[in-house]
């Protein structure tokens, strides 16, 4: 029997595919909490005393996990993608469920924003920039041989 050899994607074409996908997931989570009061923005209000609410900080686990999941399990459905070993049911599953998640976040997206301009640029830039470092970690451990 022969054996076939697996095809590998470049490191760094995984590591920026699994980047992007994390960090649109994060910002997906993101505008989909700002719906649900899960305000980011929030942190950097005056009005809510010298505790940080219970809201800001379920938002920053929420982006940090969302940007790191979806960095992690990108890298590993890429790098197993060029083996082949994906079957089509499923890849068409996760089209779907990204499609969804995106669609969704467009709609909360175009909603008028409950927070004040300068806080929600704030929190969109660091929701940027925590879902790249977040992505770009779960895309690291993802690629790491053991």
């Not at 942190?43 to 609410?53: C, E, V």
């Not at 992690?72 to 068409?92: N, V």
């Not at 640029?121 to 925590?130: N, W």
């Amino acid at each position: 029997m022969p054996k076939t050899e697996s095809t590998q994607y470049p490191r760094h074409l995984i590591l920026g595919g699994a980047l992007m996908s994390g960090l649109l997931m994060a910002l997906a989570l993101h505008m989909l909490g700002q719906n649900v009061g899960l305000d980011l923005s929030g942190l950097w209000r005056s009005d809510s005393g010298s505790l940080m609410p219970a809201s800001a900080a379920l938002a920053w686990w929420l982006v940090a996990t969302g940007g790191f999941a979806g960095g992690y399990f990108t890298a590993r459905l890429m790098d197993h993608a060029a083996a082949g070993q994906i079957p089509p049911k499923l890849r068409q599953f996760l089209i779907v469920v990204l499609v969804l998640v995106l669609a969704a976040a467009g709609q909360a997206a175009s909603a008028p924003s409950t927070a004040p301009s300068a806080a929600g640029v704030i929190a969109g830039l660091v929701t940027l920039l925590l879902g790249a470092a977040m992505a770009f970690c779960g895309a690291y451990f993802a690629l790491r041989k053991v």
